[in-house]
């Protein structure tokens, strides 16, 4: 059965610092996605990896994937109030159903 | 514009009573989910359905049903047999072809239920 593990679950950073989310996954999986979640709100699509070495940017937003790890990471550059949302990792689950499995999110709290 | 609705936005009802959650997708996608999220918590999956006329239990589908009769449509009903009804309900709907968006799911705005 596939687990996604992310952490930390929780993360309270600075304006101005680094910091880096970590996804592990238990099985061979070739396709990592990241969202993000607002309070309230609903999940937004950020990045999908697709491959081994995958790597994608936005702003100060980071993914890379290394799938014989089975990690992916999302990792922040000069942190802002504005990143402040919960980010969940999800892998898909291969075999008949192909579904989603999610990690149980990262809450990112940036302080100024 | 394509996407996901959820209707409706807040529903309060009382307990014992069912209700049915609303999502509609314009994606031409093939398959559709509902999640469930509690306070502070991760998505639990309810029921998913891959393909018309057919749909699966998720991890959490005590209490609910679903029918998928048209490609657009995926209704959610939490019976009165759901012990904890209150929740944040999210829809979503994915693409089973191959290509870059396979499996990515896209997300509706979200219901918010409210059984007392």
């Known amino acids: 059965e596939l687990k996604v593990e992310q952490n930390p679950l929780f993360l309270s950073m600075q304006e101005g610092k680094n910091y880096t989310i970590y996804c592990n996954y238990s099985?061979?999986?070739?396709?990592l996605y990241w969202y993000r979640q607002d309070p309230g709100k609903s999940l937004e699509s950020l990045f999908v990896l697709l491959s081994n070495g995958a790597v994608k940017q936005e702003g100060r937003l980071m993914a890379s994937l290394d799938t014989k790890a089975r990690l992916s990471t999302l990792h922040i550059t000069a942190a802002v109030h504005d990143l402040s949302a919960t980010y969940f990792c999800?892998?898909?689950?291969?075999?008949?159903?192909?579904?989603?499995?999610f990690g149980t999110g990262t809450l990112l709290a940036v302080q100024p | 514009d394509g996407g996901i609705t959820q209707s409706p936005k807040y529903l309060f009802r009382k307990e014992g009573q069912n209700v049915t959650l609303s999502c509609e997708q314009n994606l031409n996608h093939d398959a559709m989910y509902w999640y469930r999220q509690d306070p502070g918590q991760g998505l639990r999956l309810i029921y998913y359905?891959?393909?018309?006329?057919?749909?699966q239990k998720g991890d959490i589908a005590e209490g609910y049903s679903v029918s998928r009769e048209k490609k657009e449509s995926f209704p959610l009903t939490v019976t009165s047999a759901q012990k904890n009804p209150t929740a944040f309900y999210l829809c979503?709907?994915?693409?089973?072809?191959?290509?870059?968006?396979?499996?990515?799911?896209?997300f509706g705005p979200g219901t918010r239920l409210t059984v007392t």
């Open positions: 099985t061979t999986s070739d396709r």
């Open positions: 979503a709907s994915s693409s089973q072809r191959t290509g870059g968006e396979r499996y990515e799911q896209y």
């Open positions: 999800a892998v898909v689950n291969g075999g008949a159903t192909n579904k989603l499995i």
């Open positions: 359905s891959q393909i018309v006329n057919d749909f």
